[in-house]
């Protein structure tokens, strides 16, 4: 028996080092393209988006709060930076920061907010971009409502705000001021088969012609709302490949999207105003960090990963996305 559990062991210990030394693996060779590697004091980073005037990535923390990542001009490729903590929220404490929107006409951060682990509250928060101060927080779903899971944010023109329910797949819609104000739900939102609602609409983004689109993650389904005409809901009809796991998404232009999730980036175009779209072009990133949301910085699209490796620093990672077909 001891032989038997010594042999046993021994391989497991080594099945264990197979995934570690491929990590290992991919950490220390040279990246395809540029990145952005910045030290934490947390292992999990959900969404990043660069926030020009201010030359620095905000980034959310699983763990709830916001940090910011300067960068400084004349940043040397190689170097690592180091992650501020700008927001520790206590009226959300015990909740994850998730979505992140930079809304610069008002000056301010939009941040999603939820319980990961018993999906009982939901909410969305603003803090101005100078001062960090809270400018609302608005509680979107409670213990005594279905469960619900805020995973992202959007703001129209007006400064309206739009946040993504995860778990429920509807979307909720809050006022410029905080004010709650309704919910967009559409039997398009909820798929056949149960498993595929287990993680439901996420990547939300406002285009400048008057609607929203929206991916649903487990399907991959892409959907345009039509703000202008009573939030009508049409599934995009996309060719070319896949959006299955879809998580954030990043409007490049009028006329193209970038889908983070997993494989790493999916670039999407489309020439109708939205009402089909085709994927015609791929970017395969880290795929052991995760890559959970894209931004642009400087005309180049970035995907933000999941995963910090390192301890006690741990170093994440914020990728440069080559396309190619």
Request: hydrophobic share 45%; glycine share 8%; with cysteine.
């Amino acid at each position: 028996m001891a032989i038997c559990s010594a042999r046993t062991l021994a391989v497991l210990l080594l099945l264990s080092a197979v995934p570690v030394a491929y990590i290992i693996s991919l950490e220390i060779a040279p990246p395809a393209t540029h990145v952005f590697h910045y030290h934490s004091s947390g292992f999990l980073r959900e969404c990043a988006k660069w926030d020009a005037p201010n030359r620095r990535f905000l980034v959310s923390f699983l763990e709830g709060g916001v940090g910011a990542v300067s960068v400084p001009e004349g940043h040397s490729p190689g170097a690592v930076l180091d992650e501020s903590v700008v927001v520790r929220d206590p009226d959300v404490a015990g909740n994850a920061s998730l979505g992140l929107t930079i809304d610069h006409p008002r000056n301010r951060l939009l941040v999603a907010v939820a319980d990961v682990i018993g999906n009982r509250y939901s909410a969305v928060a603003a803090y101005d971009l100078s001062t960090w101060q809270r400018l609302f927080l608005t509680k979107l779903s409670g213990p005594s409502d279905e469960k619900s899971f805020a995973d992202d944010v959007a703001v129209d023109a007006e400064g309206y705000i739009y946040v993504t329910d995860g778990k429920a797949s509807k979307i909720w819609k809050v006022s410029p001021e905080g004010e709650f104000l309704s919910i967009i739900r559409d039997p398009l939102f909820t798929p056949k088969e149960w498993y595929k609602a287990l993680v439901g609409l996420n990547g939300i983004v406002y285009h400048p012609d008057g609607y929203l689109i929206v991916i649903h993650t487990f399907t991959g389904n892409l959907f345009k709302i039509d703000l202008a005409n009573g939030n009508t809901v049409k599934l995009i009809d996309v060719t070319g490949g896949s959006l299955s796991f879809g998580d954030g998404l990043e409007l490049v232009s009028p006329t193209r999207l970038v889908v983070a999730g997993n494989p790493s980036g999916r670039l999407v175009e489309s020439s109708d105003g939205w009402k089909s779209a085709s994927v015609v072009a791929k970017f395969k990133g880290p795929a052991h960090r995760l890559a959970t949301a894209a931004t642009v910085k400087d005309g180049i699209v970035y995907l933000n990963h999941m995963f910090g490796i390192g301890y006690p620093k741990k170093k994440h990672a914020i990728v440069e996305a080559v396309f190619s077909s």
